[in-house]
């Protein structure tokens, strides 16, 4: 093969994926039991090869380049391949893992990091019901996360606590119009809110804010808080948020935070966790590792 068409090492292609996936020179390294330097030094040979940044480097995080994202796809879905024709060679079983979940989080949490465990675990056929519907452990689903509103208090003796969340206040930095600034919460008003329920969670945010059984006189209501979330991030309005659903956003500066207060709104949990299939304790794990990022 000519020096201008030789390809990068398997290695050093193997580090990008990991970095990429894993969205961190630290994480990755840890991941390959390789140097945070040792990564660096891998990337930084890759880009110079391909004449091509791939990350942007962020404090303490970095982000994927257009060409950095289509790279890392392909990578990944390649070593998936490869993994699986590894697997059937050594004659190992393929396990199915059906995962019910709350639309919301489905959409704004789960979504965006499932290939991320899908890669990382190629023998794991994953299907996703995202349903409010509670379905019954064992027969209709093998795991299940849902949302308990209101103090915590877990919906079986056996499940997982997730997450605590508390909401606040988040809007799209467009939709800031000049002499109409947030210097208190009072001033959302100027602006619609956007509601999942009638006034229920904004009133608890403002009695947290000190400003209980204030009148809201616009608003625009959905049936999803992942609507409300963006119906927010277009522009739309003022939504209440939290770390988990509007976590990704916040990070990218599609929605911000114009105030620190925050009031308590529920748990969500993970039913099905303390099984002893491998497939069930693999999600579980990965899932309280990535809630630790």
């Known amino acids: 093969m000519p020096t201008s068409q030789r390809l990068p090492s398997l290695h050093t292609l193997h580090v990008f994926e990991t970095t990429a996936r894993r969205r961190s ?16 030094r891998q990337i930084r040979q890759l880009e110079e090869a391909l004449e091509q940044p791939l990350f942007i480097r962020m404090h303490r995080r970095v982000e994927l380049t257009p060409v950095g994202e289509r790279l890392a796809a392909d ?7 490869i993994a699986r024709s590894v697997a059937q060679a050594r004659g190992e079983t393929r ?3 059906r995962l019910s979940v709350e639309p919301a989080f489905a959409a704004r949490w789960l979504l965006p990091r499932l290939p991320r465990f899908v890669a990382s675990e190629p023998q794991i056929d994953v299907e996703v019901d995202s349903t409010e ?23 079986q003796r056996s499940a997982i606590l997730v997450e605590e969340v508390a909401m606040f206040p988040v809007l799209a930095p467009s939709l800031l119009r000049p002499g109409q600034s947030l210097r208190t919460p009072e001033d959302l008003l100027q602006y619609p809110l956007l509601h999942e329920d009638e006034d229920r969670s904004w009133q608890a945010w403002f009695r947290a804010a000190g400003l209980p059984g204030i009148s809201i006189p616009r608003r625009m209501r ?10 927010a991030a ?4 003022i939504a209440l948020g ?16 114009p105030f620190e207060i925050t009031a308590p709104c529920g748990t969500y949990w993970l039913l099905g966790g303390s099984s002893r299939s491998r497939a069930r304790r693999t999600f579980r794990d990965w899932l309280a590792e990535q809630l630790t990022h």
């Not at 990578?75 to 391949?81: E, G, I, K, N, R």
């Not at 064992?138 to 299940?144: L, Y």
């Open 25 to 40: 020179f630290t994480r990755a390294a840890e991941e390959l039991h390789l140097t945070q330097a040792a990564v660096s």
């Open 75 to 81: 990578l990944s879905h390649s070593f998936m391949q």
């Open 95 to 97: 396990e199915r893992l």
């Open 133 to 155: 519907i509670m379905r019954e452990l064992g027969s209709e689903t093998d795991m299940a996360i849902r949302y308990i509103e209101g103090p915590r208090r877990s919906p």
């Open 222 to 231: 959905f049936n999803d808080v992942a609507l409300v979330l963006q119906a």
């Open 234 to 237: 277009n522009g739309h309005g």
């Open 242 to 257: 939290d770390d988990l659903l509007a976590g990704d956003d916040l990070k990218a500066g599609r929605l911000i935070k």
